[in-house]
Each structure stands twice: as structure tokens, then as C-alpha cells.
């Protein structure tokens, strides 16, 4: 079946312009996560869903971060007033039923801030 | 606080030779696992490993976990040159939580 899709692999947009990332599961799983990888660096844990719901924000860096969840499946990270900092790679994984299962990656969302 | 660490950061090789990557950890687990990442894209699973395992096998990849030391080993026998990627381990923190990734360790293979 098919994997973690994400759309769009690359943006790049000004300093100051609001973003929309998307991510599609894989049908069925119930956790989705969000990361933020800066070039080089490991993975920032950014927000975790369980279903349609949130239990851990704790990763979000600004309240310029924001995501939402619906129907279960489909996710979307929006940044508002996006910063140069904010320039990263964005990536989705997905898993089944509990957070410890193994975690399937989407190929991520190029973002750069000019 | 980070919950897996790699080491070393980086590691070259020569095609052949065997590369071994270390993870510690500070905290109980149910399970540790093994990424990998070509390109600064998406990671792909390698290996599981439970709590109550010590050791585990696939293909060309042998894992150790040791719970005393809070410490997990990644060995890959006879490397190739496709092997060059970036590997992480991640952590649970022993409940239902997300894992927890390393900042992983960067392997290159010279053939």
C-alpha cells in the first residue's frame, strides 16, 4: 500500500508569509508526528496526535506553530509569520496504534525562509 | 532532555570493513529502535529491539541492547558503499510516549 506522503517537498516563501505543510498516513494508523530537522542536526520533536486529538504539544517552538488533525488521517502544520529560522526540512511519520510501534517516514518538506 | 545520544558523530570506513554505532539512553524503555536517513529525507526503519531482547539480527545489521547500561550497539558487517547514510536510534520513555530520536550518527563507506 502506499506510504507517508507529503506535499509540498519544497517551498520557499519570504519572512513574514504564513505556510501550510500536508501529511498523508498510511490508511489505518492512528499516531502521527511531526519533526523538524535543521540541516545536519537530528530530529526536533514537534507534536504528536493520537486520532484527531493532541496529547503532547510540548515540541511546538512559538505559538507561530499550529497543527491540526481530521477525520483521522490527514495533517496539516501551519507556521504563521514564518522566520529564517524556521528554514528546516519538516518531516511526518505515521504508526499504528500505540506511540512506541514503528514509525513510518514521509520524504519531508523542504522549507526555506528568505 | 534528549533521550538517545550516538556515538561517534561520524564514522568513515572502507568498503568491507565492519562499522559499529553506540546509543546511550537515560531513562527505562519498552523498545529502542534503529533509523536510517539517506539525504536528509525521510527515515527508514531498520530494527526493533524489546526491552527483555539482548540481541537481535537482520541481514547484514546485529543489534545489542544492554538495560544495565542504558546502552544499545548498531554493527554492520561487511559495509558497502550504499550503507553510507545517517543512522539514529529512538526511545521510548518506558510508557505510551513518542519516541525520541538522536541527533544520529553519520556514516561513510569509501569504496
Known amino acids: 500500500g502506499a506510504g507517508v506522503s507529503q506535499s509540498p517537498s519544497n517551498k520557499v516563501t519570504e519572512k513574514g508569509k504564513d505556510v501550510e505543510l500536508r501529511c498523508d498516513p498510511i490508511?489505518?494508523?492512528?499516531?502521527l508526528y511531526w519533526y523538524r530537522q535543521s540541516l545536519g542536526q537530528g530530529l526536533e520533536f514537534l507534536i504528536y496526535f493520537q486520532g484527531n486529538s493532541a496529547p503532547d504539544k510540548s515540541g511546538l517552538p512559538s505559538d507561530r506553530f499550529s497543527a491540526e488533525r481530521t477525520g483521522g488521517s490527514v495533517s496539516t502544520l501551519t507556521i504563521q509569520r514564518t522566520q529564517q529560522e524556521d528554514s528546516a526540512v519538516y518531516l511526518c511519520?505515521?504508526?499504528?496504534?500505540?506511540?512506541?510501534?514503528?514509525?513510518?517516514f514521509g520524504p519531508g518538506t523542504r522549507l526555506t525562509v528568505l | 532532555s534528549q533521550q538517545g545520544e550516538e556515538d561517534p558523530q561520524a564514522l568513515s570506513i572502507q568498503e568491507g570493513e565492519n562499522a559499529t554505532m553506540n546509543c546511550s539512553y537515560k531513562t527505562s524503555i519498552n523498545n529502542l529502535q534503529w533509523y536510517r536517513q539517506n539525504s536528509g529525507r525521510g527515515l527508514v526503519h531498520l530494527i526493533l529491539i524489546r526491552s527483555n531482547e539482548r540481541e537481535k539480527h537482520s541481514g547484514r545489521l546485529r543489534v545489542t541492547l544492554d538495560t544495565s547500561k542504558k546502552s544499545s550497539s548498531l554493527l554492520i558487517t561487511a559495509s558497502r558503499a550504499a550503507d553510507t547514510a545517517s543512522y539514529f536510534c529512538a526511545t521510548d520513555g518506558g510508557g505510551n510516549t513518542p519516541l525520541v530520536f538522536g541527533k544520529g550518527t553519520r556514516l561513510s563507506v569509501i569504496a
Open positions: 511519520a505515521s504508526s499504528g496504534r500505540w506511540s512506541t510501534d514503528t514509525q513510518y
Open positions: 490508511s489505518g494508523h492512528t499516531a
